[in-house]
């Protein structure tokens, strides 16, 4: 793994006040109003590539640095966290505020590195967006971010100008509902003949649950909310090639002439053999007789302010299908 | 697993009796319908543009209770009632529409996409059960 903690200290960023990341909780007990470690800036993602961030709460221990996490957040926020039923819904909501304010803050689009002052909106449909303070010729870059979570696991998709919609989910969870009566009554016949035809019932409710989270990505790219794209107003198409290690994934609509379907491509990875994570992207250009690059893609794990961890191209993340390079 | 340094409770009202069977009294805090207790028979309450209509009954409240505490895998202590958020409660999509499948079930209706979506909590499920099943 390469290991890289956020506290490295480099010219412009003033020395962590924790000499070592881990033990937070000696430094942090002591000077309660000492502020979060300055977030260390990245770079933004080129116009091809998609970058990938994700928590794991269960990793995520302190107390006191939850407390901080809380302290980034507008009060509006944090009333939106508390009011999640119990602590472990509060915490991975906690998660997702404090992962996107922190992403986003550390790519520095208007030059300051503060998550606080971020403002986010969300645009008629309900789709979150960034609120950019425009002052004085200040045209921000077309970011565009996606978040899901779980209680497991939070993620962050960020690209530069590809809309972009993402979906997490636990291999194992399973519908309370019969998975063939679910997709009958939700998804297109078509699915549910793809689900039918999987004899084992494990690895149906697999793959019941690798749709649902790509329906899910390319309904939230779409970004129009979930009415204006019913589950069984459109089709997801796997197709597994005997030569290929990851199928190919594409969608299809019923009513094909509004939208172009191959604006859309799609990468399913598995993270640490636990979760699925769907990603959907609008394709920006193609190479040549509609052929699409594949999706480059930089995934990280992280705890905001404390470390991150570079895992594309490891064992942590597992491309299954759509056609993926990882950085 | 850490825990959030303030109260990490904030539904507006608690219900004080776990049989639902029998008469609940619900305390409310902030604000909520004029209406300050539950009964078996179905009350008016006044609605935004001052109309009147009628509230789902009880009994359809509690069985939207009863799916909901099934599909998200509560405790049948667990205070849930008409104000109750299904996101609140931790359902995410996945779980709202095998919710909306379950009421579907229960009340043979049929939901479409659009009024499922508008769907956030027990009282909003209920009245539109009620909407439908009248028809």
Redesign the interface.
């Known amino acids: 793994h390469r290991r890289l903690p956020a506290v490295i200290p480099t010219p412009p960023v003033s020395a962590s006040p924790f000499p070592n990341p881990k033990s937070q909780y000696c430094c942090l007990s002591r000077n309660f109003s000492a502020a979060l470690t300055p977030l260390l800036p990245v770079q933004l993602p080129s116009r091809m590539e998609t970058h990938l961030w994700y928590v794991v709460p269960d990793e995520?221990?302190?107390?006191p640095?939850?407390?901080k996490y809380?302290e980034l957040l507008p009060q509006s926020e944090r009333?939106h966290?508390?009011?999640?039923?119990?602590?472990?819904?509060?915490?991975s909501a906690?998660l997702a505020r404090t992962l996107v304010r922190t992403t986003i803050a550390r790519y520095q689009v208007d030059g300051h590195l503060d998550p606080r002052s971020l403002r986010f909106k969300r645009n008629i449909h309900g789709k979150p967006e960034v609120e950019w303070e425009t002052k004085d010729g200040f045209c921000p870059p077309p970011l565009q971010f996606n978040i899901s979570h779980?209680?497991s696991l939070v993620a962050c998709g960020v690209t530069m100008n590809s809309l972009i919609g993402i979906d997490v989910?636990e291999k194992r969870?399973r519908?309370?509902?019969n998975i063939l009566a679910?997709a009958k009554?939700?998804f297109t016949a078509h699915e549910v003949e793809h689900l039918n035809a999987i004899p084992d019932s494990e690895l149906q409710q697999q793959e019941f649950i690798k749709l649902?989270t790509l329906k899910?990505a390319y309904v939230k790219a779409l970004g129009k909310?979930?009415?204006s794209s019913?589950?069984n107003t459109f089709t997801i198409r796997v197709n597994t090639a005997a030569q290929q290690a990851s199928s190919g994934i594409a969608v299809e609509t019923l009513d094909s002439p509004q939208n172009l379907t191959n604006n859309w491509q799609f990468a399913l990875l598995e993270l640490m053999g636990s979760h699925y994570v769907a990603i959907c992207l609008e394709r920006q250009e193609t190479g040549g007789a509609g052929k699409a690059f594949p999706i480059k893609l930089t995934a990280r794990k992280t705890i905001p302010s404390v470390e991150d961890e570079l895992v594309s191209g490891t064992n942590a993340v597992v491309t299954i299908g759509g056609s993926v390079t990882q950085f | 697993m850490a825990s959030i340094t303030r109260a990490s409770v904030s539904m507006p009202s608690l219900s004080t009796s776990v049989n639902q069977s029998q008469r609940r009294i619900s305390v409310m805090n902030s604000v909520s319908f004029p209406v300050s207790g539950r009964s078996m028979i179905p009350s008016l309450r006044l609605q935004r543009g001052l109309q009147v209509c009628c509230a789902a009954k009880q009994e359809t409240v509690d069985k939207v209770v009863a799916i909901v505490k099934k599909q998200l895998a509560l405790p049948a202590d667990a205070a849930v009632t008409g104000e109750s958020k299904f996101a609140a409660l931790g359902a995410d999509s996945l779980d709202t529409v095998e919710i909306v499948m379950g009421l579907e079930e229960e009340f043979d209706i049929t939901v479409e996409e659009e009024s499922a979506q508008s769907i956030t909590t027990v009282q909003e499920a209920a009245d539109m059960i009620e909407k439908l099943v009248e028809k």
């Open positions: 995520v221990k302190s107390a640095l939850l407390s809380m009333d966290v508390l009011g999640f039923r119990g602590d472990q819904l509060q915490k906690l779980t209680s989910e969870r519908t309370k509902n679910f009554r939700y649902w899910e909310g979930f009415s019913p589950f």
